[in-house]
Protein backbone atom coordinates (compact mmCIF):
# COMPACT_ATOMS: atom_id res chain seq x y z
CA UNK A 1 0.00 0.00 0.00
CA UNK A 2 1.16 3.46 -1.44
CA UNK A 3 1.86 5.78 2.20
CA UNK A 4 3.77 7.78 4.42
CA UNK A 5 4.59 6.63 7.90
CA UNK A 6 5.65 8.75 10.59
CA UNK A 7 6.61 7.52 13.97
CA UNK A 8 5.94 8.04 17.03
CA UNK A 9 2.34 8.95 16.91
CA UNK A 10 1.98 10.56 20.40
CA UNK A 11 5.19 11.72 22.16
CA UNK A 12 5.62 13.58 25.17
CA UNK A 13 8.83 15.29 26.38
CA UNK A 14 10.99 17.64 28.55
CA UNK A 15 12.07 20.87 27.53
CA UNK A 16 15.55 20.59 26.03
CA UNK A 17 15.51 16.71 25.31
CA UNK A 18 16.45 16.19 21.78
CA UNK A 19 14.16 14.09 19.36
CA UNK A 20 13.63 12.93 16.42
CA UNK A 21 10.65 11.80 14.42
CA UNK A 22 10.90 9.81 11.79
CA UNK A 23 8.84 10.05 7.87
CA UNK A 24 9.19 7.16 5.35
CA UNK A 25 7.68 6.79 2.06
CA UNK A 26 7.32 4.08 -0.23
CA UNK A 27 6.22 5.99 -3.31
CA UNK A 28 9.76 6.43 -4.76
CA UNK A 29 8.84 10.57 -4.14
CA UNK A 30 11.14 13.21 -5.05
CA UNK A 31 9.46 16.10 -3.26
CA UNK A 32 8.84 15.63 0.71
CA UNK A 33 7.88 18.09 3.59
CA UNK A 34 6.79 19.26 7.06
CA UNK A 35 4.14 20.99 8.23
CA UNK A 36 3.00 21.50 11.93
CA UNK A 37 -0.68 22.43 12.52
CA UNK A 38 -1.74 24.52 14.69
CA UNK A 39 -5.74 25.66 16.06
CA UNK A 40 -6.71 28.62 14.04
CA UNK A 41 -3.27 28.58 11.90
CA UNK A 42 -3.95 25.81 9.76
CA UNK A 43 -1.00 24.00 8.12
CA UNK A 44 2.44 26.02 7.94
CA UNK A 45 5.27 24.33 6.39
CA UNK A 46 8.30 24.08 8.29
CA UNK A 47 11.00 22.44 5.86
CA UNK A 48 11.27 21.19 2.78
CA UNK A 49 13.35 18.05 0.33
CA UNK A 50 13.30 18.41 -4.03
CA UNK A 51 15.25 15.29 -3.13
CA UNK A 52 18.08 13.64 -1.65
CA UNK A 53 20.48 16.03 -0.25
CA UNK A 54 18.69 19.23 -1.29
CA UNK A 55 16.75 20.52 1.69
CA UNK A 56 15.21 24.12 2.40
CA UNK A 57 13.31 25.93 4.74
CA UNK A 58 9.68 26.60 4.77
CA UNK A 59 7.25 29.53 6.34
CA UNK A 60 8.79 28.52 10.53
CA UNK A 61 12.10 26.45 10.12
CA UNK A 62 13.03 28.07 13.35
CA UNK A 63 13.87 25.24 16.02
CA UNK A 64 14.23 22.44 13.40
CA UNK A 65 16.55 20.67 11.21
CA UNK A 66 15.52 18.00 8.86
CA UNK A 67 18.14 15.70 6.75
CA UNK A 68 17.29 13.43 3.61
CA UNK A 69 20.29 10.91 3.24
CA UNK A 70 17.93 8.48 1.47
CA UNK A 71 14.98 8.90 -1.21
CA UNK A 72 12.82 7.40 0.86
CA UNK A 73 13.07 9.22 4.60
CA UNK A 74 12.72 12.80 5.76
CA UNK A 75 13.63 13.03 9.40
CA UNK A 76 12.43 16.25 11.77
CA UNK A 77 15.22 16.54 14.40
CA UNK A 78 14.06 18.94 17.39
CA UNK A 79 17.43 19.22 19.47
CA UNK A 80 16.48 21.54 21.96
CA UNK A 81 12.78 21.65 22.04
CA UNK A 82 10.47 23.93 23.79
CA UNK A 83 6.85 24.51 24.96
CA UNK A 84 5.97 26.42 21.86
CA UNK A 85 6.78 23.69 19.48
CA UNK A 86 3.90 21.99 21.21
CA UNK A 87 1.85 20.81 18.10
CA UNK A 88 0.32 18.16 15.49
CA UNK A 89 2.99 17.19 12.82
CA UNK A 90 2.42 16.06 9.70
CA UNK A 91 4.80 14.37 7.10
CA UNK A 92 4.05 14.92 3.33
CA UNK A 93 5.08 13.56 -0.32
CA UNK A 94 4.98 14.10 -4.12
CA UNK A 95 5.92 13.58 -6.56
CA UNK A 96 8.73 15.42 -8.77
CA UNK A 97 7.73 18.66 -6.70
CA UNK A 98 4.91 17.98 -9.37
CA UNK A 99 1.12 19.18 -7.55
CA UNK A 100 -0.48 17.40 -10.37
CA UNK A 101 -0.60 14.44 -7.91
CA UNK A 102 -1.54 16.48 -4.67
CA UNK A 103 -0.05 15.59 -1.48
CA UNK A 104 0.58 12.12 0.28
CA UNK A 105 0.27 12.56 4.08
CA UNK A 106 1.53 10.52 7.10
CA UNK A 107 -1.10 9.81 9.94
CA UNK A 108 0.15 12.61 12.18
CA UNK A 109 2.70 13.19 15.54
CA UNK A 110 1.31 14.77 18.28
CA UNK A 111 4.08 16.40 20.06
CA UNK A 112 3.70 17.67 23.78
CA UNK A 113 6.71 19.73 25.16
CA UNK A 114 6.16 20.33 28.79
CA UNK B 1 0.91 38.16 -1.07
CA UNK B 2 -0.50 34.63 -1.64
CA UNK B 3 -3.18 33.52 1.04
CA UNK B 4 -5.83 31.26 1.07
CA UNK B 5 -8.75 32.29 3.26
CA UNK B 6 -11.75 30.03 4.59
CA UNK B 7 -14.25 32.39 6.34
CA UNK B 8 -16.12 29.86 8.40
CA UNK B 9 -14.46 28.24 11.31
CA UNK B 10 -17.18 25.80 12.19
CA UNK B 11 -20.43 25.03 10.30
CA UNK B 12 -23.06 22.56 11.79
CA UNK B 13 -25.78 21.10 9.70
CA UNK B 14 -28.34 18.10 9.78
CA UNK B 15 -27.68 15.15 8.20
CA UNK B 16 -29.61 14.73 4.64
CA UNK B 17 -28.48 18.75 4.01
CA UNK B 18 -26.80 20.31 1.54
CA UNK B 19 -22.97 21.60 2.54
CA UNK B 20 -20.91 24.72 1.07
CA UNK B 21 -17.76 25.32 2.32
CA UNK B 22 -15.99 28.69 1.22
CA UNK B 23 -12.68 29.00 -0.50
CA UNK B 24 -11.06 32.42 -1.44
CA UNK B 25 -7.67 32.80 -2.68
CA UNK B 26 -4.77 35.53 -3.36
CA UNK B 27 -1.96 34.05 -6.23
CA UNK B 28 0.00 35.70 -8.66
CA UNK B 29 0.17 32.54 -10.99
CA UNK B 30 -2.73 30.35 -12.35
CA UNK B 31 -3.18 28.33 -8.90
CA UNK B 32 -3.65 24.64 -8.45
CA UNK B 33 -6.61 24.33 -6.24
CA UNK B 34 -7.01 21.52 -3.57
CA UNK B 35 -9.85 20.22 -0.68
CA UNK B 36 -8.24 17.72 1.86
CA UNK B 37 -10.39 16.47 4.35
CA UNK B 38 -8.63 15.27 7.66
CA UNK B 39 -11.20 12.96 10.09
CA UNK B 40 -10.21 13.03 13.37
CA UNK B 41 -6.97 11.54 14.63
CA UNK B 42 -6.63 11.13 10.64
CA UNK B 43 -3.73 12.57 8.17
CA UNK B 44 -5.16 14.35 5.37
CA UNK B 45 -6.73 13.34 2.51
CA UNK B 46 -7.34 14.43 -0.77
CA UNK B 47 -10.98 15.38 -1.87
CA UNK B 48 -10.63 16.93 -5.19
CA UNK B 49 -8.28 19.04 -7.06
CA UNK B 50 -8.10 21.66 -9.90
CA UNK B 51 -5.60 22.37 -12.38
CA UNK B 52 -7.45 23.15 -15.66
CA UNK B 53 -10.12 22.82 -17.44
CA UNK B 54 -14.08 22.30 -16.05
CA UNK B 55 -14.16 24.23 -13.88
CA UNK B 56 -17.05 22.09 -11.93
CA UNK B 57 -14.63 19.48 -10.63
CA UNK B 58 -16.28 15.77 -8.83
CA UNK B 59 -13.88 14.27 -5.61
CA UNK B 60 -14.54 11.68 -3.83
CA UNK B 61 -17.23 11.08 -1.04
CA UNK B 62 -19.85 12.60 -3.57
CA UNK B 63 -18.37 16.61 -3.16
CA UNK B 64 -17.71 18.91 -6.01
CA UNK B 65 -16.13 22.30 -6.21
CA UNK B 66 -16.25 24.84 -8.45
CA UNK B 67 -13.66 27.11 -9.89
CA UNK B 68 -14.62 30.96 -10.34
CA UNK B 69 -11.87 32.51 -11.39
CA UNK B 70 -13.86 36.14 -10.86
CA UNK B 71 -14.18 35.61 -7.58
CA UNK B 72 -11.43 33.81 -6.63
CA UNK B 73 -12.82 30.83 -4.81
CA UNK B 74 -13.19 27.34 -4.87
CA UNK B 75 -15.96 26.66 -2.67
CA UNK B 76 -16.60 22.84 -1.85
CA UNK B 77 -20.44 21.62 -2.56
CA UNK B 78 -22.53 18.20 -1.15
CA UNK B 79 -25.68 17.72 -1.55
CA UNK B 80 -26.61 15.62 0.90
CA UNK B 81 -24.58 15.39 3.92
CA UNK B 82 -24.12 12.09 5.83
CA UNK B 83 -23.05 11.92 9.59
CA UNK B 84 -19.61 10.60 8.44
CA UNK B 85 -18.64 13.67 5.96
CA UNK B 86 -18.25 15.50 10.27
CA UNK B 87 -14.61 16.44 9.89
CA UNK B 88 -12.20 19.35 9.17
CA UNK B 89 -11.84 20.37 6.00
CA UNK B 90 -8.83 22.55 4.41
CA UNK B 91 -8.67 24.63 0.94
CA UNK B 92 -5.30 24.34 -0.58
CA UNK B 93 -3.51 26.18 -2.99
CA UNK B 94 -0.02 26.50 -4.91
CA UNK B 95 1.52 26.10 -8.59
CA UNK B 96 3.82 23.50 -10.38
CA UNK B 97 6.86 22.75 -8.06
CA UNK B 98 5.77 25.23 -5.67
CA UNK B 99 4.78 23.99 -1.83
CA UNK B 100 0.64 23.85 -0.94
CA UNK B 101 -0.66 27.12 1.11
CA UNK B 102 -3.25 26.04 3.46
CA UNK B 103 -6.40 27.77 4.94
CA UNK B 104 -7.15 28.07 8.37
CA UNK B 105 -9.39 25.11 8.12
CA UNK B 106 -13.54 24.33 8.39
CA UNK B 107 -14.74 22.26 10.94
CA UNK B 108 -17.92 20.42 9.69
CA UNK B 109 -20.32 19.22 13.02
CA UNK B 110 -23.10 17.16 11.49
CA UNK B 111 -26.44 16.30 13.22
CA UNK B 112 -28.69 13.46 13.02
Known amino acids: EAQVTQNPRYLITVTGKKLTVTCSQNMNHEYMSWYRQDPGLGLRQIYY???????DKGDVPEGYKVSRKEKRNFPLILESPSPNQTSLYFC?????????????FGSGTRLTVV | AQSVTQPDIHITVSEGASLELRCNYS??????LFWYVQSPGQGLQLLLK??????LVQGIKGFEAEFKRSQSSFNLRKPSVHWSDAAEYFC??????????FGTGTRLQVFP
Open chain 2, 27 to 32: YGATPY
Open chain 2, 92 to 101: AVGAFTDKLI
Open chain 1, 92 to 104: ASTRGGNLNYGYT
Open chain 2, 50 to 55: YFSGDT
Open chain 1, 49 to 55: SMNVEVT
